[in-house]
């Protein structure tokens, strides 16, 4: 079904009939998830040129960048997918009477997936019914052979579940064909011989899922109540920060709650994640080092410098506390790195560098990525930079968009004009701000 339906007149210049009746467009917003090979057609209008009452059907496909994947019209034609993502597709339909556009702001849009080769299901094939429900005796490809004019019987079994797609829904249809084959000539044993003859559609329509038992979550047990609470009051704060509440308002309740629970880490955590995401440069810093003075460091590098049973209780501990320091000079550092330069900034800059580069290695941490990048640029170590760059723009990040920018950032530092025009086109084409028109 569309997400969003749009209705007006068109161009008044190119969109009139020669008797100045005014055309209208009905743009249909759709949304899918898929990868590989696909088809999208509107059910019924589908293949209707010349005996559709409707002026025209078009479609544009959309990655989730708007970047125009590929265009379609009436005919339903295979395209394939760059990768596996959220696409957009907006369908345009048009009419010079309104009315008739209204009654499609909801119509249904069809999605074909492909199977691959390695994902193709084959249906056993039985005799007769009591095969098919003791699991008996099939048909083999060449043991069955239908003279012309003659009738036999067979039973088709449904899929086996484990081979149903897994990205399949309830409600979604399997189609397949059975393939008969025509001997050139008289069979005998060992004949292969064969034209494909054509075959019968066969669909399946996908079952709703089989219920499973829900296994509920065991609540953590604490020696008193006063921790539980305390753990619901943290998960409420937490449940606010993704909110539009008010930031002094949730900024006052964290404070109430640090001062029942100073060394609580979670607590702490959540504090840092609330400025780093919502505040200031100072009050990022000043909550980060909240974290460092409460974990103790050298118990962390006695614990960690040697093997550990990582099934124990004191290990999971010992692993948040390490996780939340290294998340504490990540946001520290972070911070430091976008704060106006000057000779303490940088002082400050080079011994928290110090400080996590003992818990981690910043250039091949993934967490560390857009942080390693910022201290090269600030350090003007463009080469080093734009080394890293092009090692991470090989594969396939998520923030693919803010590192081209911080590309083209370097390439103007190195005064390489030439590049940052052509970076800096191609980011135009790659990024559309919006969806082209039809």
């Not at 629970?261 to 200031?280: E, F, I, M, R, V």
Request: aromatic share 8%; hydrophobic share 40%.
């Amino acid at each position: 079904m569309p997400t969003n339906s749009t209705l007006k007149a068109l161009y008044p210049d190119r969109d009139l009939l020669l008797d100045g009746r005014q055309i209208y467009g009905l743009t249909n917003t759709y949304s899918f998830e898929a990868e590989g090979s696909v088809s999208i057609y509107l059910p019924f209008l589908n293949k209707l040129l010349y005996e559709s009452p409707l002026e025209s059907q078009l479609a544009m496909v959309f990655d989730c960048n708007k970047k125009l994947i590929t265009t379609c019209d009436f005919r339903a034609k295979p395209f394939s997918l760059p990768k596996k993502g959220t696409y957009t597709v907006l369908i345009q339909l048009r009419h010079d009477n309104q009315n008739i556009l209204n009654s499609y702001k909801s119509y249904p849009m069809v999605l074909e997936k492909f199977l691959g080769k390695d994902k193709i299901i084959t249906l056993n094939i039985f005799t007769t019914e009591q095969n098919a429900i003791t699991n008996g005796a099939k048909v083999s490809s060449v043991a069955r052979v239908v003279q012309e004019g003659k009738n036999t019987f067979v039973v088709i079994a449904s899929p086996d579940t484990s081979k149903i797609p897994k990205d399949a829904l309830p409600g979604d249809i399997l189609y397949g064909c059975l393939v008969a084959k025509t001997l050139k000539q008289f069979p005998i044993e060992g004949n292969d011989s064969v034209n494909v003859m054509g075959g019968v559609a066969i669909s399946y329509v996908i079952p709703a899922a089989t219920p499973s038992s829900v296994v509920k979550s065991v609540p953590v047990i604490h020696d008193n109540i006063s921790d539980h609470r305390r753990d619901a009051e943290v998960n409420y704060v937490e449940s606010l920060i993704s909110s539009n509440k008010d930031l002094s308002d949730i900024i006052e309740q964290i404070n109430q709650l640090l001062n029942n629970y100073p060394k609580h880490l979670p607590l702490l955590k959540c504090n840092l994640a609330l400025h780093a995401n919502k505040g200031t440069y100072a009050t990022t810093i000043t909550a980060a080092d909240m974290i460092i003075k409460t974990v103790d460091a050298s118990a962390l590098a006695s614990y960690f410098g040697v093997r550990n049973d990582e099934s124990t209780k004191e290990h999971k501990l010992f692993l948040q506390q390490k996780d939340t320091l290294v998340f504490a000079f990540i946001k520290k550092l972070t911070a430091l790195v976008n704060m106006e330069n000057n000779e303490e900034v940088n002082k400050l800059i080079q011994e928290t560098r110090r400080e996590l580069s003992k818990w981690v290695k910043i250039e091949e941490n993934e967490k560390c990525t857009m942080l390693y990048l910022q201290l090269e640029f600030a350090q003007r170590n463009y080469s080093s930079a734009l080394k890293t760059l092009k090692k991470i723009l090989s594969g396939d990040p998520q923030n693919r968009r803010e590192l081209l920018n911080m590309e083209i950032d370097i390439l103007k530092k190195l005064g390489w004009e030439h590049c940052v025009k052509l970076k800096s086109d191609a980011l135009t084409f790659n990024y559309p701000t919006s969806f082209r028109l039809f």
